[in-house]
């Protein structure tokens, strides 16, 4: 009764590498959210969509884009890692101004 | 814009004594105020929320908090710590309108409970 899933949870890469982590909701939320946390434990949006459309996206490499096939799924793609992409990143859903429900994690290792 | 302050990234309480975690926010508009742990190693999960209505919420785990506007404060307590309540709290504020609903956290504040 997982109510957001990711994997993988532990991913790591070389530098230059191209990755993807998968977000999956069953609360039936109409938005979705990526965050990242970096090593000082600071969260911060980096994209959100809603019924499948684009509602916000922070000042992000477009080396990373959001993929979101239905209102239950919000992948990440990330091209040419680098070390600085090193973090903690976080899934979340919720219908707007609602609480946000996170997903457990994928940290992510560039070597 | 919204932000959030929380004072203190480092709180540290004997079991069983008071637990005071600060929040101040700045917003132009009503806030929508949250608290949020993170344990170990996990996502973040809800401890209680403030819309709209009575200023004192309360939350799980035993944990309340009260939001005052003139002092644009949303401090978090617990009248008696728990071991188990060491973990990481973020205090957050909703940013935007219409339906760009996105959290606006604080820096974090590590909670450490003593024996």
């Known amino acids: 009764d997982t109510a957001v899933s990711q994997t993988p949870k532990y991913l790591v890469t070389q530098m230059g590498n191209d990755k993807s982590i998968k977000c999956e909701q069953n609360?039936?939320?109409?938005?979705m959210y990526w965050y990242k946390q970096d090593s000082k434990k600071f969260l911060k949006i980096m994209f959100s969509?809603?019924?499948?459309?684009?509602?916000i996206n922070e000042t992000v490499p477009n080396r990373f884009s959001p993929k979101s096939p239905d209102k239950a799924h919000l992948n990440l793609h990330i091209n040419s890692l680098e070390l600085g992409d090193s973090a903690v990143y976080f899934c979340?859903?919720?219908?707007?101004?609602?609480?946000?429900?996170f997903g457990p994690g994928t940290r992510l290792t560039v070597l | 814009a919204q932000s959030v302050t929380q004072l203190g990234s480092h709180v540290s309480v004997s079991e069983g004594a008071l637990v005071l975690l600060r929040c101040n926010y700045s917003?132009?508009?009503?806030?929508?105020l949250f608290w949020y742990v993170q344990y170990p190693n996990q996502g973040l999960q809800l401890l209680l929320k403030?819309?709209?209505?009575?200023?004192l919420v309360k939350g799980i785990n035993g944990f309340e908090a009260e939001f005052k506007k003139s002092e644009t404060s949303f401090h978090l307590t617990k009248p008696s710590a728990h071991m188990s309540d060491a973990a990481e709290y973020f205090c957050?504020?909703?940013?935007?309108?219409?339906?760009?609903?996105?959290?606006?956290f604080g820096q974090g504040t590590t909670l450490q409970v003593k024996p």
């Open positions: 957050a504020v909703i940013h935007g309108s219409g339906n760009t609903g996105k959290l606006i």
């Open positions: 979340a859903s919720s219908q707007i101004y609602n609480e946000q429900f």
């Open positions: 609360l039936g939320h109409d938005t």
């Open positions: 403030y819309t709209t209505g009575a200023t």
């Open positions: 917003s132009s508009v009503p806030p929508y």
């Open positions: 969509y809603n019924n499948k459309e684009l509602i």
